[in-house]
């Protein structure tokens, strides 16, 4: 062979490589688009599903999922340590925060003993209530037993 020929096989050589590599990596490309596009829509499809049945639980028992948030929300105020600006920033709204609530149940507190005291249940009224009960149950406890005995006197 020539050298001329020799550099004719090998450049043929080198196209023919050169075309399998690049028929290899489309065919590979080609293989990973489609895996990856399977796997998105595999993803997509099992995120709407959890989406639904999460919505599901939410719409079935709100009440825990509000309770699991604020217990959730605590947790983290509890784990995550709060910065000095954050102290100064906050300390006011807290205070009026505690101050509102503490107002609010002794409004509350008062108007409820209010209503009891309209309603003529004072503490007093309660004992005296709770008393004549006792005493009419035990009442009753006796002269159920003393029925008892005598039932089974005369039977015998």
Known sequence: MTVQTQEAARTGNDTNHKAGVRDTIETTLGGAKDSASKAL????D??????RKTAEGIEANPLSVL???VALGV????LIPRSDSEARLLKPV???LTDAARGATDSAKEAGLAELDGLGLS???AKDTAGRLIEGLLK????AGSAAA???????
């Open 150 to 156: 005598k039932g089974a006197m005369g039977k015998n």
């Open 67 to 69: 309770v699991g948030g």
């Open 94 to 96: 807290g205070q009026r």
């Open 41 to 44: 829509a595999t993803a997509s």
């Open 75 to 78: 947790l983290a105020g509890a």
């Open 123 to 125: 503490p007093t009224a």
């Open 46 to 51: 099992t995120a709407k599903e959890t989406a």
């Open 140 to 143: 009753a406890i006796s002269t």
